[in-house]
């Protein structure tokens, strides 16, 4: 591949073109195994062979590339899933499965001339056990996020961070269902409207989208409503990620009209990025602890978009503490105008509940 142009003032170029290049081609198996599901109505028998066909095969693409694209730099990774389950007796067909799929992503590409064997496949899922921590770099990803929504048909997200010395740097969010377009620009949604959109951004230099198929990239700003009452949320399309009593409690406080959006996965950050709505909302259940690959790309790209990510205590997410973020009672995301007031409101209601 021809690495793109150092541009001056971009450390991470070449980090940065690498990481859309892996996220582009796993993307790509994930769209076939996807499409599959659909065609064959697996979904609804609720198998999850395929999607965890999906997760493996997509975290093997990544891991390959940037080792590929970036010889000389060395190699930490954080990502979600590990080899144990395919190693147990009885996953030679998953695993089989999982090294076919790549192999045929990786020849329909053209970039590499090489072919993984199972073995290959095992040690790349593996290579991302890697603990993070504060120094040092450490790529972050999510091979498949939104699991449930790419069974469903619906959104997900392969999400790729770039940790060093303990803050994300870069971000790469490949959205295959997300509509290129604003889905909050009036175009009648025609059925020609393109598909698939890749956000980037790193830090210092802003946010962008392009075509997951390549296009120009279009520099991207968050919304710039400062009024609640013309502000639109998101929250997980999932009831049990998010505790939805909370956050409408939260809108009617802040005097949202809209109905929230329900959507799968870090598109929410995506979407919210290029102003398709104002807020996002994220409260889950007591107990849970978000890991740093639901949060890493998604963030930058917010952030880099003019936006701001908070936990509810009003500080920046830290991802400096392993492969966990540090607490559990919630995220907000949404412009530097609307955030006191949505900070506000959300501390208020989660004192109520108390
Ligand atoms: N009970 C729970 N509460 C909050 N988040 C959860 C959860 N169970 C799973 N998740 C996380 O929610 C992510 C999806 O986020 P969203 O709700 O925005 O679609 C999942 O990512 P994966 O799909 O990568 O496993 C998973 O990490
Ligand atoms: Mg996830
Ligand atoms: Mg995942
Ligand atoms: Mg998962």
Redesign the pocket.
Known sequence: MSQLPEVAGNPYTAELAAAKKAVALAARLCQRVQQGILQSDVQSKADRTPVTVADYGSQVLVSLVLKKELPSHSYSMVA?EDSKDLRKDGAQEVLEHITSLVNETIANDGSYNMSLSKEDVLAAIDGGKSEGGPSGRHWIL?P???????IRGDQ?AVALGLLDEGKVVLGVLGCPNLPLKSTNTHNGGSSRDQVGSLFFATIGCGAEVEALEGSEPQKISVCSINNPTDASFFE???A???KRDLTSSIAEKLGVQAPPVR????A?YGALARGDGAIFL?I??KG?I??V??HAAGSIIVTEAGGMVKDASGNDLDFSKGRYLDRDRGIIATNKYLMPAVLKAFQDAMEEEQ
């Open positions: 979600e999510d498949i996020d939104g699991t449930k929504g790419f997900y997980s399309y999932e049990s990620h998010s959507m799968d996965s870090q929410k994220r889950p259940h849970y978000e890991t690959w639901d």
